[in-house]
């Protein structure tokens, strides 16, 4: 597929909301706490979970100088305006001063990692030190979801979510192997024709070695095989998966984002969002 796309960030944001869209679909049918909805108004992308074990799953992206007047509309959706975060690409210093003038403070910046997927051509190095396997099987599942809840480590509640959205057909999984012990596992699937790369974990004692380097530069190649003009993925602002998706050539985009101020704690309950690498050293 030739190279067309005008706007990479604005494609690879499309590309990653639909997956999310996807994620939070598959949790409402798996009666997961809470409601979930996705939806789009005014230019603006709205991600709701009403449960608060999920509040972080509470965003609203897209938000520029047209988009900010619908903003208030697309607020009234949600339960609990405290735990919303609202993200802009490349906001200017007049729409920055109106959100603090109306009570937002700024957050953690939220990156999108995008890749113009004939840029690069990863040199396979790590292919002496490391078997990839696309799972195939329902053993090959089983084992994969094993490694994202070993190396997550997460909650009862984020781990019932996480293998949810991976359990979606459209999600392809790969299981990073060293001298026939599996070490990492990492996911990736197709939206809008964007590699949207994501649920990447490493056991413990493996981080540092390479695998999550080579389950991006494998899942490079299958994204080039299919003809993927990007690739894009969303990670932790200065975790090791923003320096490897950096390291491997994609361009790091630090989103800008707000919440509601307040006097008390509404800090993001959790780590992991739908498509987003773990903060694995690999």
């Given at each position: 597929m030739p190279d067309t796309v005008e706007d990479p960030v604005h494609d690879a944001e499309l590309a990653v909301f639909e997956r999310k869209s996807l994620a939070l679909d598959a949790a409402a049918a798996g009666g997961l706490p809470g409601a979930f909805e996705s939806f789009r108004l005014g230019g603006l992308r709205a991600s709701i979970a009403t449960a608060d074990q999920y509040g972080f799953l509470n965003t609203v992206e897209g938000l520029n100088e047209h988009s900010v007047e619908h903003l208030p509309e697309v607020l009234n959706r949600f339960a609990n305006r405290h735990q919303i975060t609202i993200i802009a690409t490349s906001p200017s210093q007049a729409l920055n001063d109106r959100m603090l003038d109306q009570g937002y403070e700024l957050a953690p910046v939220r990156p999108i990692a995008v890749l113009r997927v004939g840029a690069i051509r990863p040199d396979g190095a790590d292919r002496n030190q490391w078997e990839i396997r696309e799972v195939s099987s329902a053993p090959d599942a089983a084992l994969f979801a094993?490694?994202?809840?070993?190396?997550?480590?997460?909650?009862?509640?984020?781990?019932?979510?996480?293998?949810?959205?991976?359990?979606?057909?459209?999600?392809?999984?790969?299981?990073?192997?060293?001298?026939?012990?599996?070490?990492?596992?990492?996911?990736?699937?197709?939206?809008?024709?964007?590699?949207?790369?994501?649920?990447?974990?490493?056991?413990?004692?493996?981080?540092?070695?390479?695998?999550?380097?080579?389950?991006?530069?494998?899942?490079?190649?299958?994204?080039?095989?299919?003809?993927?003009?990007?690739?894009?993925?969303?990670?932790?602002?200065r975790s090791p998966s923003v320096r490897n998706l950096a390291r491997l050539g994609f361009t790091i985009v630090e989103r800008t984002a707000w919440r509601v101020k307040s006097t008390t704690s509404d800090e993001v309950r959790g780590s992991w969002s739908p498509a987003e690498p773990s903060a694995t050293r690999g």
């Open positions: 094993d490694l994202l809840d070993a190396g997550y480590a997460a909650t009862d509640n984020v781990r019932s979510l996480i293998r949810t959205e991976h359990a979606l057909p459209m999600v392809r999984a790969f299981i990073a192997f060293r001298n026939g012990e599996p070490l990492a596992a990492a996911a990736m699937s197709v939206q809008n024709a964007v590699a949207v790369l994501g649920g990447a974990s490493t056991l413990p004692a493996a981080r540092g070695a390479g695998a999550q380097s080579a389950l991006l530069g494998h899942r490079i190649r299958v994204a080039r095989a299919f003809g993927c003009p990007l690739a894009a993925a969303t990670a932790a602002p």
